[in-house]
């Protein structure tokens, strides 16, 4: 049987260990043919971009960041003919079925192929950790616990300058490497996409830390979190860097830190200074933590091929690795539940 493999969507550690597991549990134990296709979906569209992934391809990968099949935001459904092409590609070299790694983009085309009678396995990805149906992304652990050095190395400074830090995480829809990072790494204010943040309450807060006697402030903030100065101004606001819609139909965001250290300065009078954490939280090399889960999500989406069980996602729920029909995971983002909200409320300010 030939089983193809495809990463797609933003980038994130980890990749290259469900990869490993594929191949190696692929060809070791089923005897299957294993054939990678590179950059996403475009792989399945365009020419050139499949080729057999032997075992001698995913030795020495495990602990490498990005992914050895590369990737793209490439959506089929935006690309004229672009079903099409994959269906008759995917006849072309023989691929009975595919898995597919990604997050919520890359799985909502997985569950329309799969819904299309593809056999499609979908693998969830993402440093954002909102795809729903599992407990865990794979990469998420990575980037919090990038964030949350980060969050500890700005705590020296802003002490030693008396000064309000702002750390800005990625996070577009949901605030999980905001709040966890903001938990883990003590900040005194989190701002997350899940709701608006008023920044004359974030400032009161600042002033009451400072009436008690401490001069500086951390404040965590996610890059798709919508600021308001108060209830009655005029209207919530995203900070978006570029306009332009990938295929997806995304804008790119950043920049909220600074219009907030900005908003800050302004009403406190303490001096404020920005991080954007960016792409750092997504290169280089996966925790632990996101290798062993990485390599399970491999290991078990290649059984669910052998069982032909189509049509589900892996996730982890709880400490054991179980399917979900992808058409359940579909059109939806998992946001952080009101109890990791009230926890970390209980340290603000
Ligand atoms: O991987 C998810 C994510 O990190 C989002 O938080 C972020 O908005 C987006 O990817 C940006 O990725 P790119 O610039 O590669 O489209």
């Known amino acids: 049987m030939r089983v193809g493999i495809l990463t797609g969507g933003g980038d994130c550690p980890g990749l290259n260990a469900v990869i490993r597991a594929v191949v190696r549990k692929g060809i070791d134990v089923y005897h299957y043919e294993i054939l990678g296709i590179y950059e996403g979906w475009k792989g ?9 992934l032997a075992l001698s391809d995913v030795s020495g990968i495990l602990h490498r ?5 590369r990737s793209s935001r490439t959506n089929p459904f935006k690309v004229e003919n672009g079903v099409e092409t994959i269906r008759t590609n995917l006849q072309k070299y023989n691929i009975e079925a595919l898995i597919a790694v990604g997050g919520e983009d890359t799985l909502g085309v997985a569950a329309r192929l799969s819904a299309d009678g593809f056999n499609v396995i979908g693998v969830p990805k993402t440093i954002d950790n909102d795809v729903v149906g599992t407990d865990r992304t794979f990469g998420f652990d990575t980037a919090l616990n990038i964030a949350t050095e980060a969050i500890d190395r700005v705590h020296t400074t802003a002490e030693a300058h008396n000064r309000v830090m702002i750390v800005e995480v990625m996070g577009r829809h949901a605030g999980w490497i905001a709040i966890e990072s903001g938990i883990a790494g003590g900040a005194d204010i989190i701002l997350i996409p899940e709701k608006i943040t008023y920044v004359k309450n974030v400032c009161e807060l600042i002033k009451r830390r400072h009436a008690r006697g401490k001069d500086f402030s951390i404040v965590v903030v996610a890059e798709g979190a919508k600021i308001q100065m108060s209830p009655d101004s005029k209207k919530e606001e995203m900070v978006i860097q570029d306009k332009k819609l990938d295929a997806f139909g995304h804008v790119r965001l950043g920049g909220v830190g600074y219009k907030l250290a ?85 340290f603000f300010g």
Do not use: C, W
């Not at 960041?65 to 099949?69: N, V």
């Open 44 to 52: 399945l569209i365009k020419e050139g971009l499949i080729r057999p």
């Open 65 to 69: 960041g990005g992914t050895i099949l």
């Open 262 to 346: 900005d908003m800050i300065e302004k009403e406190t009078g303490y001096e404020a200074r920005v991080v954007v954490l960016g792409y750092i939280q997504r290169g280089g090399s996966p925790t632990a933590f996101d290798r062993v889960l990485a390599t399970r999500f491999g290991v078990h989406a290649i059984d669910l091929i052998n069982r032909g069980e189509y049509g589900n996602m892996v996730a982890l729920h709880g400490t054991k690795i179980e399917p979900v029909a992808l058409s359940n995971v579909i059109n939806k983002i998992k946001t952080i539940d009101q109890e990791l909200i009230d926890t970390a409320e209980v």
